[in-house]
């Protein structure tokens, strides 16, 4: 069998990586004093960066112009815009859009600083560039680009001076992001900067991220599926392209040129429209190599005149609602009618994808995006689907992993449809467990990308991943199209040696007997008041008059936190303990947050979180608790997490921990209680008193809570395996009682 491995060069991936995070640094940089939302401020990041491409880029064409005509040492961003004017019709028939050397973007960068009306020029550019379209064949191409940067928006500063302030910090920064390394090791440099902006900004916008951006694991995955066994195809659609990244990687699958006759999509969000257009230009698509479109696709698809195509790819929205029946006419429409039934009207999905059928080519190939409940809902999408496996349409069903897109966490399918089959065969992959994790999503490896691509090649037969049925097996299910439904799934349930089991369990038990009565003898001394070295006599001895009350203050040390900012939290670097993070008796670092010290300045050593070192919440529904960090590694004190650090000539470090621990809700009280408490340290440190024995007293008041403390979280861990055990236990004697091995039951 033939297979494909998907080949990554490890050098050029650790370029692209410290790309995309240098790229993700300037931009997260570029939020002004904290006024202005990285998320709210794409935009204007990615209008820049788009801005400097097509500088670049006519700049660039221009110089070969006259190189070719002898004239060296040219450079059109040096010419007079007098001079440029000959070249006009020339350049816009060439690239479908003029911009005068005064407006290319290192010209404005360079002289933003002093420009007092920077915003006015910036406009008047933009405006300039767009309208040198108007009456040519780019102008849709070209119109409305600039349309989400607005030079005057009040987000940007009350002021025109502020906002001027911020836009030629924007443009500084951009001017000065230095490509060359990157350039020289091959990158698509303002593709891959583009598309990791895009990236990022879906990653941090919440819910609605995934609406504009299909992860570039799944669309390569896609197209690769779509493309197959293709050197070349003639026009690649999708008729919710986004921001254009599933037909953009048909460049990386065939190459650019390949894809002979374009790319053709449409997008009904205006904003994301002009995203996936930018995008076009800046993977060097030309304007005539690509026809994007705005607009409903299920009411009024715009590229009629250009189906069909060799090669569709689609991640439509997740069952949104539609006309549908409402729309008395959409029963005769082409593109719906041979099903005899419309998809829902709460739920388009099936629009979407008779839609797609309807403009595939005979010989073409369409991979889309589904939402998991399409493939075995009843009424109007179960006779859909009967439809679509009665005439042979469906090819491949693979169920994806969870928590691959941006703004939801769903385990998705692909739904692979041809015109032309060689056989009535389908194939269901499982591919649920094929990820790796980066960050809080799932990600494709390289590795899943080829075992889900091979395996669909090929039609494999892979025991608890891919099997192959007919369409009369699948009208025998009644048109179910769930994966779980063919791909048996694997047993993963625990092999139990009973014996085995039951001598554990005994043991357990046995253990947990010893480990009451060493409580019990403790719980007995204590109460008798006698044993533990004397403690009655050495307190009266070492306090004669009693034992001192103090405040914290007086013996203690108080460290507060640093204010990090979450938009500056990484991946990766120094960790970061929050208030979340202290979890009333220790710290925990499951769940924590990182930064890079190179974006702040600060003396680190302040805010330094050693091993022993004892926290306290200062704030929120956690306010009053407290823990001990217990890692090796050094950690650093987040905004409203405190340090007590006690004087160790008068307080045992122990000592004041299970003090604070018994005091909890009185300190919770001491913050004010309610929905959003706040302690301050003034009061915790002036107001908060602890009794101050002796050193001798501490340490031994220590020695027995630490010791009862052992035990009980010892007899805790234990009392947690014996019910794991006996969950075992009883699986172990359902499962054999249910069987009925032994009186004719399947085996």
């Given at each position: 069998?033939a297979?494909?491995?998907?080949?990554?060069?490890?050098?050029?991936?650790?370029?692209k990586?410290?790309?995309?995070?240098?790229?993700w640094?300037?931009?997260t940089?570029?939020?002004?004093?904290?006024?202005v939302n990285?998320?709210?401020?794409?935009?204007?990041t990615?209008?820049?960066?788009f801005?400097r491409?097509i500088?670049?880029?006519?700049?660039?064409?221009?110089?070969?112009?006259?190189?070719?005509?002898g004239?060296?040492?040219?450079?059109?961003?040096?010419?007079?815009?007098e001079?440029a004017?000959?070249?006009?019709?020339?350049?816009i028939?060439?690239?479908?859009?003029f911009i005068?050397?005064?407006?290319?973007?290192?010209?404005?960068?360079?002289g933003?600083?002093n420009?007092?009306e920077?915003?006015?020029?910036?406009?008047?550019n933009?405006?300039?560039?767009?309208?040198?379209a108007?009456g040519?064949?780019?102008e849709?191409?070209?119109?409305?680009?600039?349309?989400?940067?607005?030079?005057?928006?009040q987000?940007l500063?009350?002021?025109?001076a502020?906002?001027?302030?911020?836009?030629?910090?924007?443009?500084?920064s951009?001017r000065d992001?230095?490509?060359?390394?990157?350039?020289e090791?091959?990158?698509?440099?303002?593709?891959?900067?583009?598309?990791?902006?895009?990236?990022?900004?879906?990653?941090n916008?919440?819910?609605k991220?995934?609406e504009?951006?299909?992860?570039?694991?799944?669309?390569?995955?896609?197209?690769?599926i779509a493309a197959a066994?293709?050197?070349?195809?003639?026009?690649?659609y999708d008729?919710?392209?986004?921001?254009g990244s599933?037909?953009?990687?048909?460049?990386?699958?065939v190459?650019?040129?390949?894809?002979?006759?374009g790319?053709?999509?449409q997008?009904?969000?205006?904003?994301?429209?002009?995203?996936?257009?930018?995008?076009m230009?800046?993977?060097?698509?030309?304007?005539?190599h690509?026809?994007?479109?705005?607009?409903?696709?299920?009411?009024?698809p715009?590229?009629?005149?250009?189906?069909?195509f060799?090669?569709i790819?689609?991640n439509?929205?997740?069952?949104?609602?539609?006309?549908?029946d409402?729309?008395a006419?959409?029963?005769?429409?082409?593109?719906?009618?041979?099903?005899?039934?419309?998809?829902?009207?709460?739920?388009?999905?099936?629009?979407?994808?008779?839609?797609?059928?309807?403009w595939l080519?005979?010989?073409?190939?369409?991979?889309?995006?589904?939402?998991?409940?399409?493939?075995?809902?009843?009424?109007?999408?179960?006779?859909?689907?009967?439809?679509l496996?009665?005439?042979?349409?469906v090819?491949?069903?693979?169920?994806?992993?969870?928590?691959?897109?941006?703004?939801?966490?769903i385990?998705t399918?692909?739904?692979?449809?041809?015109?032309n089959?060689?056989d009535n065969?389908?194939?269901f992959?499982?591919?649920?467990?094929?990820?790796?994790?980066?960050?809080?999503?799932n990600?494709?490896?390289?590795?899943?990308?080829?075992?889900?691509?091979?395996?669909?090649?090929?039609?494999?037969?892979?025991?608890?991943?891919s099997?192959?049925?007919?369409?009369?097996?699948?009208?025998?299910?009644d048109?179910?199209?769930s994966?779980?439904?063919?791909?048996?799934?694997?047993?993963?349930?625990?092999?139990?040696d009973?014996?085995?089991?039951?001598?554990?369990i005994a043991?357990?038990?046995?253990?947990?007997?010893?480990?009451?009565?060493?409580i019990?003898e403790?719980?007995a001394?204590?109460?008798?008041r006698?044993?533990?070295?004397?403690?009655?006599e050495?307190?009266?001895?070492?306090?004669?008059d009693?034992?001192e009350?103090?405040?914290l203050g007086?013996?203690c040390?108080f460290?507060?936190?640093?204010?990090?900012?979450?938009?500056?939290?990484?991946?990766?670097?120094?960790?970061?303990?929050?208030?979340?993070?202290?979890?009333?008796?220790?710290?925990d670092?499951?769940?924590?947050?990182?930064?890079d010290?190179s974006?702040y300045?600060?003396n680190?050593?302040?805010?330094?979180?050693h091993?022993g070192?004892?926290?306290?919440?200062m704030?929120?529904?956690?306010?009053?608790k407290?823990?001990i960090?217990?890692?090796?590694?050094?950690?650093?004190?987040?905004?409203?997490?405190?340090?007590?650090?006690?004087?160790?000539?008068?307080?045992?470090?122990?000592?004041?921990?299970?003090i604070?621990?018994s005091?909890?809700?009185?300190?919770?009280?001491?913050?004010g209680?309610?929905?959003?408490?706040n302690?301050?340290?003034?009061?915790?440190?002036?107001?908060?008193?602890i009794?101050l024995?002796p050193?001798?007293v501490?340490?031994?008041i220590?020695?027995?809570?630490?010791?009862?403390?052992s035990?009980e979280?010892?007899?805790?861990?234990?009392?947690?395996?014996?019910?794991?055990?006996?969950?075992?236990q009883?699986e172990?004697?359902?499962?054999?009682?249910?069987?009925?091995?032994n009186?004719?039951?399947?085996?």
């Amino acid at each position: 069998m033939a297979t494909t491995d998907i080949n990554i060069n490890p050098r050029t991936e650790e370029l692209k990586t410290e790309f995309s995070n240098m790229i993700w640094k300037m931009a997260t940089n570029l939020v002004h004093g904290g006024k202005v939302n990285p998320v709210q401020f794409m935009d204007y990041t990615l209008g820049g960066l788009f801005y400097r491409f097509i500088s670049e880029n006519i700049t660039d064409y221009c110089n070969q112009l006259m190189r070719d005509a002898g004239v060296e040492n040219a450079d059109y961003a040096h010419m007079s815009d007098e001079t440029a004017e000959n070249a006009r019709e020339q350049i816009i028939n060439a690239k479908g859009f003029f911009i005068l050397p005064s407006q290319l973007f290192i010209n404005v960068a360079n002289g933003a600083k002093n420009n007092t009306e920077l915003n006015t020029t910036l406009s008047n550019n933009f405006r300039a560039i767009e309208n040198s379209a108007v009456g040519k064949p780019s102008e849709n191409d070209v119109k409305g680009l600039f349309n989400n940067f607005n030079t005057n928006d009040q987000g940007l500063g009350a002021t025109v001076a502020e906002r001027n302030e911020l836009l030629t910090t924007l443009l500084e920064s951009i001017r000065d992001l230095n490509f060359d390394k990157y350039i020289e090791s091959g990158i698509d440099v303002f593709g891959l900067c583009y598309e990791h902006l895009i990236k990022m900004y879906a990653l941090n916008s919440g819910t609605k991220g995934g609406e504009f951006y299909t992860p570039g694991d799944v669309s390569y995955l896609l197209a690769m599926i779509a493309a197959a066994g293709r050197q070349s195809v003639n026009k690649v659609y999708d008729p919710a392209c986004g921001s254009g990244s599933l037909l953009l990687n048909f460049i990386r699958v065939v190459g650019a040129k390949n894809v002979k006759d374009g790319f053709y999509g449409q997008e009904i969000n205006m904003k994301t429209y002009n995203l996936c257009r930018m995008n076009m230009f800046l993977h060097n698509v030309n304007y005539d190599h690509f026809d994007i479109q705005n607009g409903d696709t299920l009411k009024n698809p715009l590229h009629e005149c250009d189906e069909p195509f060799d090669a569709i790819v689609s991640n439509p929205p997740y069952s949104v609602p539609w006309d549908g029946d409402s729309d008395a006419t959409l029963i005769n429409d082409p593109r719906f009618s041979p099903a005899g039934v419309l998809a829902p009207r709460s739920k388009a999905d099936f629009a979407f994808t008779m839609h797609m059928l309807s403009w595939l080519s005979a010989e073409g190939t369409a991979a889309i995006v589904e939402f998991p409940g399409v493939l075995y809902r009843s009424g109007a999408e179960q006779k859909i689907r009967k439809y679509l496996v009665s005439n042979n349409f469906v090819d491949t069903i693979i169920q994806m992993p969870q928590n691959l897109f941006f703004g939801t966490s769903i385990a998705t399918c692909l739904l692979i449809l041809k015109k032309n089959k060689a056989d009535n065969r389908v194939c269901f992959i499982d591919a649920s467990n094929e990820f790796i994790h980066e960050g809080n999503k799932n990600k494709l490896s390289a590795e899943n990308i080829s075992k889900i691509y091979n395996t669909y090649m090929n039609k494999e037969e892979i025991a608890h991943f891919s099997h192959v049925v007919t369409t009369s097996d699948i009208a025998e299910e009644d048109y179910n199209l769930s994966v779980s439904t063919y791909v048996e799934q694997r047993d993963t349930r625990e092999k139990i040696d009973i014996n085995e089991l039951n001598a554990r369990i005994a043991e357990i038990v046995s253990r947990e007997e010893l480990l009451r009565k060493d409580i019990d003898e403790i719980v007995a001394k204590v109460g008798r008041r006698c044993s533990m070295k004397g403690l009655d006599e050495m307190i009266k001895e070492l306090c004669p008059d009693g034992v001192e009350f103090v405040k914290l203050g007086e013996c203690c040390n108080f460290v507060n936190g640093f204010a990090f900012k979450s938009t500056k939290f990484k991946e990766k670097g120094d960790t970061i303990i929050r208030i979340t993070n202290i979890n009333g008796t220790g710290v925990d670092v499951n769940d924590v947050k990182y930064f890079d010290k190179s974006d702040y300045k600060a003396n680190w050593q302040t805010f330094e979180i050693h091993k022993g070192d004892i926290l306290i919440a200062m704030s929120g529904a956690t306010t009053g608790k407290v823990g001990i960090y217990n890692n090796k590694t050094v950690a650093y004190l987040n905004q409203r997490v405190g340090k007590i650090v006690p004087d160790k000539s008068k307080l045992v470090n122990r000592f004041l921990y299970h003090i604070l621990l018994s005091k909890t809700q009185f300190l919770y009280m001491l913050a004010g209680g309610g929905a959003q408490p706040n302690l301050s340290s003034t009061k915790l440190m002036n107001v908060f008193e602890i009794p101050l024995p002796p050193i001798e007293v501490q340490t031994e008041i220590v020695r027995i809570l630490d010791k009862f403390t052992s035990l009980e979280a010892e007899l805790e861990a234990g009392l947690e395996a014996e019910l794991d055990c006996r969950k075992r236990q009883y699986e172990y004697y359902r499962d054999k009682l249910l069987s009925f091995d032994n009186v004719g039951g399947k085996k």
